[in-house]
């Protein structure tokens, strides 16, 4: 995970790769996949994601943000935030997800 941190109007938020070209990426980065691995499957939308975390006991949250997909557990204060575009999904989020379910998923070059 590499990106600058950024303090603006009291928001911390990360910024990825800031020297990527238009389309967000740099010459020597490498994209990410989240991968399930009790199947060893990646992760490549979120209809597949979406029932992954529900056997996993996630619940969808609807009192967020519209913007956002957001999953929660009973048993837990966790809470996932993931955007609605799936072309926003990034290294940021596969992480998120990496330490709310320890031991189920991992993050990988691709």
Same mark, same amino acid.
């Given at each position: 995970?590499?990106?600058?941190?950024?303090?603006?109007?009291?928001?911390?938020?990360?910024?990825?790769?800031?020297?990527?070209?238009?389309?967000?990426?740099?010459?020597?980065?490498?994209?990410?996949? /989240? %991968?399930? #691995? =009790?199947?060893?499957? @990646?992760?490549?939308?979120?209809?597949?994601?979406?029932? !992954?975390?529900?056997?996993?006991?996630?619940?969808?949250?609807?009192?967020?943000?519209?913007?956002?997909?957001?999953?929660?557990?009973?048993?837990?204060?966790? /809470? %996932?935030? #993931? =955007?609605?575009?799936? @072309?926003?999904?990034?290294?940021?989020?596969?992480?998120? !997800?990496?330490?709310?379910?320890?031991?189920?998923?991992?993050?990988?070059?691709?």
């Amino acid at each position: 995970m590499s990106g600058v941190w950024v303090f603006k109007n009291g928001v911390i938020r990360l910024i990825e790769n800031p020297q990527a070209d238009s389309n967000g990426r740099l010459g020597n980065s490498r994209r990410k996949v /989240l %991968i399930y #691995l =009790p199947t060893g499957q @990646a992760v490549s939308s979120y209809s597949l994601l979406h029932e !992954i975390l529900t056997s996993l006991g996630w619940e969808r949250y609807y009192g967020g943000d519209p913007e956002l997909f957001q999953f929660h557990k009973r048993s837990s204060i966790d /809470l %996932i935030s #993931l =955007p609605k575009d799936y @072309a926003k999904f990034n290294s940021v989020h596969m992480y998120d !997800i990496v330490i709310k379910n320890p031991n189920l998923f991992h993050v990988r070059d691709v």
